[in-house]
């Protein structure tokens, strides 16, 4: 999916190597001492390999912008290029930089060096003595304990960045040694666990495998739940990623209260400049930081400060390659300089219309960030004056009693009346208001139309659906002429009705074909413990021309989003296209047999 965000080390040069053994380092070496002050504000830039030799250029950038950490460290590779030799100049370079500039960093230990691994390349493990690893962990924690304080392991191992027999067993090998190294060094120094998108499965895979009792910090790159949000206004399903986490940790009998990070999120924007799209990517950039802190992420690290390019036009930068800045480098700005460096969430309010509101104590004064859900508008007004910053820092004054139209894009509200604080304060333990509470119902279902009729699913991505007209109803039939996007459709089940613990569901969907004469063949993919993965059987809808219901039963769910969204239909084999109306999803008894359909 993502490039590697850390670096393809090129040529070592040798007059910077320092020969040291593997395991003792010369007081001669050691790194700069002068370290930063603590900062537990949420403000972070992931830097990937592409750009990642511009940290000089745009480190003062981003120091502007409020941005206080920086998730990227150098490969074992370049640190370490054969056993007994280290490396350290491009570390201590990155350190020294980000030092002068007022940014922390976040280090990360990855990947191997060739040396080190299963083939000679940096990603196939498992390691060939794990005594390595612990002498290339201690070496760097040992030499940046007094600058970094939080180290994760790996990047994305559970995605494409490792290739290994068993990825949980040697996910927890590596983190429970870094983990016995760090705490020789200082209980102070955090180890984190990680994996690409909201893969909480992995987690609980490499907790059982090992990792139990041997991690300070969770940490997720939740990309296509942020997809969901802009496309989907799936606000109310990236707000349950705590939830999800924390339900997770305590059945593992691990610590709930852990600190949760986000790592990588993003969203691209086009090189040259676009209004539209740069402004839709400013949007993506606030609403992450402020839903991420008010469920309680502790920070949030913004892919990235300048690039990557995937060919496509885009990248992922709020700096483009040409070095100007985007609107969402300007709304990153405005935020960290209204809510300062470590806002503290006061609680939420729900605006007319399901309007979302948070309130933080910010630099100088209450904040209130807020905005509507797409589609929608609000029309909202205070007994006093109140200042009003929209992304790009412009701020004007709104009357007492005047009408300010809210839209899908954030602003914020300063010298708000008491009252109104005082509301989201007294709402800040309590559920967010948006959506319904499925907890104590059996089944929930979306009829899908030319409006969808919402139960507690949701479909995600109606792009890949057309509305049909009946005579006397509407629904939906699969859009193959889209491309391959059209043999797909998405939704997602509400959090309170099965995340996390819920494993035993029956899926149903209510379709038919388009045609008698055409065929038409569905299958199911859905999220499951370990991934999502394919419900046993497919169904080749009748040829008779009315409804007709079909049912997958799993024992093995896990529906937390990790893709952002638990289950779609796939019509990939299919020769024709089919119409649907309805999908169902209720819980079901225990069965001790494989998933399969009925």
Known sequence: MRRSFLENSGKVCLAALLILSSSVFSQDTAAPAAALAPNNGPFGIASGAEWSKDYPKFNPLLNQAGVRWLRFFPEWQTIQPKKGEWNFKPSDDLVADATKNNIRIAGIFCFFAPWTSADG???????????????????????????????????????????????????????????????????????????????????????????????????????????????DGAESGFLSMAESIRKMLKDNKQKEDMPLWITEIGYQAPIAPNPEKDALQAEAIIKTYILSVAQGFEKTYWFEARGPAYGKGTDHGIIRPDWSLRPAYDAMKTMTGLLGETPKYLGWLNLEKNG?????????????????????????????????????????????????????????????????????????????????????????????????????????????????????????????????????????????FASFGTKDLEITV?????????????????????????AQGGFEIPAEDQWHEYTWKVNDANFVGGWGWNFRTEATGSPSEFFIKEARVKKSAPADVPAQAK
Request: contains cysteine.
């Open 356 to 496: 979302y509101g948070f309130v933080f104590q910010g630099k100088d004064a209450k904040v209130l960030s807020t905005w509507s859900p797409p589609g929608a508008t609000n029309k909202i007004k205070f007994e006093s004056p109140v200042k009003i910053t929209d992304l790009s820092g412009k701020t004007t004054t709104l009357d007492a009693g005047k009408e300010f139209e809210l839209t899908r894009v954030p602003v914020f509200i300063v010298d708000l009346p008491k009252k109104i604080t005082d509301l989201a304060e007294s709402q800040v333990r309590k559920p967010f208001p948006w959506g319904t509470d499925y907890s104590k119902v059996e089944a929930v279902s979306c009829k899908l139309g030319a409006v969808n009729e919402d139960k507690g699913i949701k479909q995600n991505r109606t792009e890949t659906t057309a509305v049909e007209n009946g005579l006397t109803e509407t629904w939906r039939r699969s859009n193959f002429k889209i491309g391959g996007e059209g043999r797909y459709i998405y939704f997602r089940v509400d959090p309170t």
């Open 121 to 231: 390349g940096t990603r196939k493990g498992p390691v060939k003595d794990i005594q390595y690893w612990r002498d290339y962990t201690n070496g760097l924690m040992a030499r940046y304990k007094n600058d970094i304080k939080y180290w994760e392991v790996w990047n994305e191992f559970n995605g494409s960045f490792y290739q290994g027999i068993n990825k949980p067993k040697e996910y927890a090998d590596l983190t429970v040694a870094a983990y016995v190294e760090a705490k020789k060094i200082s209980p102070d120094i955090k180890i984190g666990m990680s994996c690409a998108n909201f893969d909480i499965g992995f987690f609980d895979a490499a907790i059982k495998a090992g990792a139990a009792g041997h991690f300070d910090f969770i940490a997720v790159h939740p990309y296509e739940n942020l997809g969901s949000v802009m496309s």
């Open 510 to 534: 209510v379709v038919k074909r388009v045609a008698p004469d055409k065929k038409a063949v569905i299958s199911l993919l859905y999220e499951s413990l370990k991934g999502y993965k394919g």
